[in-house]
Structures are given as structure tokens and as C-alpha cells.
């Protein structure tokens, strides 16, 4: 018995000793990954123009937690890369992701990139917010992108990007705010971002996309901004726009969109700002509009529609802006507006 227990403590002891091998291993190799980390980040310094090697003139040495723009978490290792507004120029094609295992957050808003995304960006397993906003990126953004499950914000706007918004996007299961507007994307809006269960922002303005609205858009019930406008997208407003029942606000102006308003429009009683105008719109203003009694703003003008405008407008007592001007509609404004 009492050598049964004895062998039972040698074995808890066995237990605790392998426990603290497999720490320090862990440990040892966020210390390993750290001279990789020094390794890429200086190898990529390297390939950047003369301009950055004097703004980045911290970045020397063996410690990259104390460099400009740079984070690390609490082993040391970096996680955070923040180069906002510095003037950085060259491009991403020397900068090994796979290097960087534990980053979190990729900050390059407003700087002189160019180049294309690399497909290595997939590596980083952990990143939740990517900025890209403000450079000269341009080209495909690869399918690879698809692999970030943990992305929450990717913010691409104001660059060059052009090819079609890749479909593995709808992987993306963490994702709260994609804005890609304000660039030369083409071809359709995939209707795999119907996936994004979580999203809250979707913006693909001012690029050159084509198709219809994908229905599967109704599914994204916490959905709050809807920007669509400035694109050539044709075909009707699906009746399913009635499922995204957190917007505020829904702009589809100046597209090729055609058809009447569904009147499932109505289920979206937190809007506060909805644009069609600019549009192919035809057919009567639905009356179930006067249940968006949050309706602060509401622009329909040059379509091509008609008839009388329903009395139910005059629920809409919280309108500040309302232009219908360029259409067809007959008789008088409700009298209360
Ligand atoms: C950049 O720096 C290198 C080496 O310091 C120099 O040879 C080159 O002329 C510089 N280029 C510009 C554009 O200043
Ligand atoms: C980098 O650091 C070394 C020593 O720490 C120093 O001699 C060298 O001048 C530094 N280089 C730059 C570009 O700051
Ligand atoms: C990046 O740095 C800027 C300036 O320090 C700061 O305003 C911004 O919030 C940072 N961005 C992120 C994502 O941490
Ligand atoms: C972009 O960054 C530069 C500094 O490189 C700064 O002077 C400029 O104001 C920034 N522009 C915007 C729109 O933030
Ligand atoms: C990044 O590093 C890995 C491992 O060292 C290497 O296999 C890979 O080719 C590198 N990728 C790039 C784009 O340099
Ligand atoms: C982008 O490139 C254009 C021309 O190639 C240049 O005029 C512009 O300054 C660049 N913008 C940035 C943010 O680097
Ligand atoms: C999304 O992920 C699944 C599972 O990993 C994969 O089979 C599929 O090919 C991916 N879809 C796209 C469009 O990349
Ligand atoms: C999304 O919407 C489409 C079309 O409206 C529907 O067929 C599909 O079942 C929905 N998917 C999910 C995951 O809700
Ligand atoms: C509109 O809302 C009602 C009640 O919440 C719901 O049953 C209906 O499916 C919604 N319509 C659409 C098109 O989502
Ligand atoms: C509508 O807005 C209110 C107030 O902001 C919020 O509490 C509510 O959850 C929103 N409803 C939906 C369906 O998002
Ligand atoms: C959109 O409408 C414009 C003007 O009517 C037309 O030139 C263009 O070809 C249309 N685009 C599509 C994709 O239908
Ligand atoms: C809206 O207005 C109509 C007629 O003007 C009225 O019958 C209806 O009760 C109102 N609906 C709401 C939700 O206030």
C-alpha cells in the first residue's frame, strides 16, 4: 500500500517536473521567436526608402520593444505595430509575417506603401485589426485573408486595390468592420459576406462593382452602417434588406439600381439615414417607410418614381433632410412634414 502511494507522489512530482520543462521550452521559445522578430523587422527597415531609416532610426539593436511603433506582449514578444501617419515608404513584400507569430494589431494608416498584400499575411493567426487606410496598395487582395478568423477590423480604403473582393472573406467569422470603399475593386459583392454573423460595419463605396445586392445581406441582423453607394450595382433592393434590423444607416446612392423599395423596408425602425437617390428606383414610396420613425434624414431624388406619397410620412417626425426632388410623384407633400 504505503509503496503504492509512494509511487503515486513520484508520479505527481513526474507530472509537476514535465510541467515546468514544457514552461520553460514555451519560454525559451517566445525568446527564439524574439530574434526572429528582431530579424524581420530589420530585414524589412532594410528594404524601406532612406526617408523611413531616419524615422525609424530606434529601430537598432536587440529590443524591439522599445522601438517606434512598437508593442510587445508580456513574454516580450511583438504585438502590436503601430506606424500611423509616419511617412513610411516601400512596400510589404520584405516583411515575413510568419515571423511575427504573436502580432495583434497592423497600424499603417496614411503612409507611402505600395505593392500588393502578401499572401503571407495569413500567417498571422492572431492578428484582430488590420489598417491599411491612406497608401498606394494596390493589385488583388489575396485569398489568403480568408484565414484571419480572429480579424475584427479591416480598414483598406483610399488605395488602389482592383480585382474582385475574393469570396474567402466570409471566413472571416470575427469580423465587425470591413470598409474596402474608395478604391477599384470590380465584379460582384460576394455573397459569402452574408456569413459575417458579427459584422457591424460594411463599406464598399466608390469602387467599380457590378451585380446585384446579394440577399444573403439579410442575414446580418447586428449590421448598424450599409455603404454602398458610388458603384454600378443593378438589380433590385432584395426584400430580404428587412432582415438587418440594426441599420442606422443605409446608403445605396448612385448605383444602377432598379425596381421598387420593398416594403420590408419598414422592419428597420433604427435607421436614421437613408440614401437611394441617384438611382433607377421606380414605383410607388412603399408606406410602411412611415414606421422608420427615427428617419432623420431621407433622399430619393432623381429616380424614376411615381404615384401619391403615402400619408404615413407623417409619422416620420423626427426628418430633418428630405430631398424627392427628379421623380414622378404626383399630388402634394403630407401636410404635417
Ligand atoms: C539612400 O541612401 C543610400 C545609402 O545611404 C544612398 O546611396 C542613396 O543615394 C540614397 N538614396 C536617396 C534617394 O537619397
Ligand atoms: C545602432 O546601435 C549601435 C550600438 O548600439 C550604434 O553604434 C549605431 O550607431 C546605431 N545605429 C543607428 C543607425 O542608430
Ligand atoms: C496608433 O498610434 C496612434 C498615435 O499614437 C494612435 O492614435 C492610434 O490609436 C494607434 N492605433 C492603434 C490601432 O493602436
Ligand atoms: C498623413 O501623415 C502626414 C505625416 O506623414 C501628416 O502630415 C498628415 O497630416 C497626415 N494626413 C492625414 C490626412 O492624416
Ligand atoms: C519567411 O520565413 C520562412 C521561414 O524562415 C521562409 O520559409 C519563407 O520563405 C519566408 N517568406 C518570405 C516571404 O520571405
Ligand atoms: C501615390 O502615388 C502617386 C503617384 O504614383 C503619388 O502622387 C502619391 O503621392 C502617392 N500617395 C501616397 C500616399 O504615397
Ligand atoms: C473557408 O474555409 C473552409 C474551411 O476551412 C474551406 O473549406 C473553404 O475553402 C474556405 N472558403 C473560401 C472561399 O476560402
Ligand atoms: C443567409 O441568407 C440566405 C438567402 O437569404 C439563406 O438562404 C441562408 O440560409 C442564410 N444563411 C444563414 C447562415 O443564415
Ligand atoms: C420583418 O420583421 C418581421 C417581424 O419582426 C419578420 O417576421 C419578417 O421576417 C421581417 N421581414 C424581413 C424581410 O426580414
Ligand atoms: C435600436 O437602437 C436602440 C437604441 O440605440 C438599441 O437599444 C436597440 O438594440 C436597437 N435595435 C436593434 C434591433 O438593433
Ligand atoms: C449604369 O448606368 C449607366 C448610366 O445609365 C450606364 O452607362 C452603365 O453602363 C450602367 N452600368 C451597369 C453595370 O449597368
Ligand atoms: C402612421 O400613420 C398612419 C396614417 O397617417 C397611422 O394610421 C398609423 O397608426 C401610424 N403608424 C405609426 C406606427 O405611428
Known sequence: MASEK????????????????QEMSCLASTRSSSKME????LKWKSKLDNKSHST?????????CSWRGIICDSFGSVARLNLSHSAIGGTLQHLNFSHLP?????ELTNNSLFGNIPPGIGDLSKLTYINCRQNNFSRRIPTQLGSLRSLQTLVFNENKFNGPIPSSIGNMSSLRNL????????GSIPKEIGMLESLNILVLSTNDLTGSIPTTLGNLS???????????LSGPIPLEIGGMRSLTRLQLLGNNLTGPIPSSIGNLTNLSNLDLSRNMLSGPNPSSIGKLINLKSL???RNEMSGVLPTEMNNLTSLTILQ????????QLPPEI
Do not use: H, K
Not at 6 to 21: F, I, K, R, Y
Not at 222 to 232: K, R
Open 102 to 106: 504573436n502580432l495583434v494589431v497592423l
Open 6 to 21: 509512494q509511487q503515486l507522489s513520484m508520479l505527481s512530482l513526474a507530472c509537476v517536473l514535465l510541467m515546468l520543462v
Open 38 to 41: 528582431v530579424e524581420a523587422l
Open 324 to 331: 424627392l426632388g427628379a421623380n414622378n410623384f404626383v399630388g
Open 299 to 301: 433622399s430619393l431624388f
Open 179 to 186: 470598409d474596402l470603399s474608395s478604391n477599384q475593386f470590380v
Open 56 to 64: 525609424l532610426s530606434s529601430w537598432n539593436g536587440s529590443s524591439p
Open 222 to 232: 447586428t449590421l448598424q452602417d450599409l455603404l454602398l453607394y458610388g458603384n454600378q
